[in-house]
């Protein structure tokens, strides 16, 4: 069974604007990530975060963790055209599971 | 950069044929993975090898099998498609250590279809 769930299931935003995605899980974790796909492409990692972690940035990413309510936030800031794609949130401990994905789309 | 390919990105195969879908990856990974994608179930693991010839059963490996004769490539064979395996299919490899706790590594996918 699938381990991840991402929330919204598709979000659309006006570019510059932020983009938030929800993950929540239901087991004990190593670590969550979070990947880019493409439209109709193979998926691109973009940050891992470890499970004694709080809070991770990179570029404009900002990733939390909460492990007591078994949820992660992926954030993009001053979104771009290009940001458009779809999100998966990935849990990382005796397997590795990946979510549905949020559909996110910047328009210009 | 680590480089996963495909052999194919477009595959067109009729019910009841053999197909093999070949991936290579060039950073001597240990570890490599065959995935289903389909929509509004996500990605599904269907075998993994962390080892060349060891496999390992993921959660759908009914109608699939997998060879790892190298350590470079990982072969998903279904062994007799049906209309129902139509699907895009990802290959990913990963580091060693923590099967599943390294980040993946993923090839651009095929998208397969089963008439």
């Known amino acids: 069974s699938q381990q991840g769930e991402e929330d919204p299931q598709a979000l659309s935003i006006q570019e510059g604007e932020n983009a938030t995605m929800n993950c929540s899980y239901k087991?004990?974790?190593?670590?969550l990530q979070w990947y880019r796909q493409n439209s109709g492409r193979g998926l691109v990692h973009l940050i891992l975060?470890?499970?004694?972690?709080r809070e991770k940035h990179s570029g404009r990413l900002r990733v939390t963790l909460d492990t007591s309510k078994k949820s992660s936030s992926l954030l993009i800031t001053a979104s771009r055209a290009a940001d458009t794609a779809s999100y998966f949130c990935?849990?990382?401990?005796?397997?590795?599971?990946f979510g549905t994905g949020t559909s996110l789309t910047v328009i210009p | 950069d680590v480089k996963v390919t495909q052999s194919s990105r477009y595959l067109v195969k009729r019910t009841g044929e053999k197909v093999f879908l070949e991936c290579v990856q060039d950073?001597?990974?240990?570890?490599m993975f065959w995935y289903r994608q389909d929509p509004g179930l996500g990605l599904r693991l269907i075998y993994f090898?962390?080892?060349?010839?060891?496999?390992e059963k993921g959660d759908i490996p009914e109608g699939y099998s997998v060879s790892r004769e190298k350590k470079e490539r990982f072969s998903l064979i279904l062994e007799s498609a049906s209309t129902n395996q139509t699907s895009m299919y990802l290959c990913?490899?990963?580091?060693?250590?923590?099967?599943?706790?390294?980040?993946?590594?993923f090839g651009p996918g095929t998208r397969l279809l089963v008439l």
């Open positions: 090898s962390y080892d060349v010839k060891m496999k």
């Open positions: 990913a490899s990963s580091l060693s250590e923590g099967l599943f706790q390294k980040t993946q590594y």
């Open positions: 087991t004990s974790i190593n670590n």
């Open positions: 990935a849990t990382a401990g005796n397997q590795f599971y």
């Open positions: 975060i470890r499970s004694n972690e």
């Open positions: 950073m001597d990974h240990e570890n």
